[in-house]
């Protein structure tokens, strides 16, 4: 990414975008490169900066629109793993113990609503990862989820209550290669509320999956974590804008009781 003072050969601010090379942005039809639609008190070409302007610039182009609730949630909890919350880990998150406590607030409302509450966990038969070879190969540090592994557990004050769903899984969709799909469907949920780790790896990959599935993703800003600020920003706002909504905590915890099964549960 260029430096924040950064200018273009002509002149103009960089495109701010991430995954876009400076200065060049996707074109849609009807568009030519380098040229978009201007509206009131913006010069053709011209692209506000900041992440207001990149707001904007979203939204004009009907991006970010709010999918809303559904009628029947469940808690998604994703890899809560204490291979990311142990400093000595190489997977370990800054701020994974703060994201654990927004999940643990999840699971108390929800299961006091009578909502389901569903774990996912990465676990591999030994070191050699052979159950997703590719995987491994590209991220080595996958073994922290070998048998055995005293890293691979789920991590203070984070547990699954008995009878609540565990989802075995070996790549960083929850989706991928399991039962998850069809445990929702059976169960009539229509909505993920979905926190964990990491926003840019299984995060990500199961709020998308979740989407392509039919289900409605609302990722809780504060019940995920990332290795970096960066990654984390960029990967809630992509998500925000194409496949999810992000939410906060606050309105998770107004809106899990307001939809339980059993109203008179709480």
């Not at 609540?164 to 949920?189: D, M, P, Q």
């Not at 960066?230 to 706002?237: A, R, T, V, Y």
Request: glycine share 10%; proline share 9%.
């Amino acid at each position: 990414m260029p430096p924040a003072n950064a200018r273009s050969a002509s002149g103009s601010e960089p495109d701010s975008v991430p995954g876009h090379s400076t200065g060049v942005r996707d074109t849609a039809p009807g568009h030519s490169a380098g040229v978009r639609d201007s509206g009131p008190g913006h010069s053709a070409g011209v692209r506000d900066s900041g992440p207001a302007g990149l707001d904007r610039d979203y939204a004009a182009a009907g991006f970010a629109r709010r999918l809303g609730w559904g009628d029947r949630p469940a808690v998604l909890l994703v890899d809560p793993a204490v291979a990311y919350t142990r400093p000595d880990s190489p997977l370990y998150l800054t701020t994974g113990e703060i994201a654990a406590q927004a999940m643990s607030a999840l699971a108390a409302s929800a299961r006091a609503a009578g909502v389901p509450v569903i774990w996912t966990r990465v676990h591999f038969a030994d070191a050699s990862c052979a159950e997703a070879p590719l995987f491994a190969a590209k991220v080595p540090a996958l073994k922290a989820f070998a048998e055995g592994s005293d890293l691979a557990g789920f991590t203070p004050p984070l547990s699954p209550a008995a009878g609540e769903l565990v989802v075995v899984k070996h790549y960083a969709s929850a989706f991928a290669g399991t039962s998850l799909a069809a445990w929702l469907a059976s169960h009539r949920i229509d909505t993920l509320v979905i926190g964990g780790y990491s926003t840019s790896g299984c995060i990500r990959a199961s709020a998308l999956d979740a989407l392509q599935h039919g289900f409605r993703p609302m990722v809780v800003r504060e019940a995920c974590a990332d290795r970096a600020p960066g990654p984390h920003e960029s990967s809630l706002f992509d998500l925000n804008a194409k496949y999810a909504d992000v939410i906060t905590l606050d309105e998770a915890l107004i809106e899990i009781p307001a939809r339980s099964p059993d109203p008179g549960r709480h």
